[in-house]
């Protein structure tokens, strides 16, 4: 599914989100994460940041190989302006891509997007693609105005 307008717009100004995996026993696990956008996939390469455990070994990894459903969530929040809220939650299944064209692309845009990452060798990392199936985005997304709900959701911040 390829985000509207604003729900793009809004993911493309944000730096971070918070990805959501689930292992096979249903026990979530949330980290966060950069990103970038393609037209319906949102890639997270696994970088040289400081990690317990090898890129192949990540919690995140290994829940998406027993169980590919995962969730993606942006958000903008302003403890001064509550008028100011708002978020986008991509969800889809998830996969790991590794070295071909598709994460050669990726990578380019992620680097576009995240300079830090140009001096990192990443070529190699795998990197997570999350194909979005449904998008649920709820208040302020253009900047300009508070919206109503769109998609699917409960509507509130919370």
Same mark, same amino acid.
């Given at each position: 599914?390829?985000? #509207? ?20 026993? #249903?026990?979530?696990?949330? $980290? ?40 993606? $969530? ?78 699917? #959701? ?5």
């Amino acid at each position: 599914m390829e985000p #509207g307008h604003e729900q793009r717009a809004f993911l493309e100004a944000r730096r971070t989100g918070h990805l959501a995996t689930v292992d096979a026993d #249903g026990m979530p696990h949330v $980290v966060p994460v950069c990103y970038a956008l393609g037209a319906e996939t949102l890639y997270i390469v696994l970088d040289e940041k400081p990690k317990r455990a090898a890129v192949r070994d990540l919690k995140r990894v290994r829940n998406i190989r027993v169980n590919p459903r995962a969730a993606l $969530v942006v958000d903008h929040y302003d403890d001064a302006d509550w008028t100011r809220l708002g978020w986008v939650m991509a969800r889809g299944p998830a996969e790991i891509i590794e070295p071909g064209a598709e994460h050669t692309d990726a990578l380019v845009a992620l680097r576009r997007r995240y300079p830090q990452y140009r001096a990192m060798a990443l070529e190699q990392n795998p990197m997570i693609a999350l194909r979005i199936a449904s998008l649920t985005s709820w208040g302020r997304l253009d900047g300009t105005a508070p919206a109503a709900p769109a998609g699917q #959701g409960e509507g509130t911040p919370g």
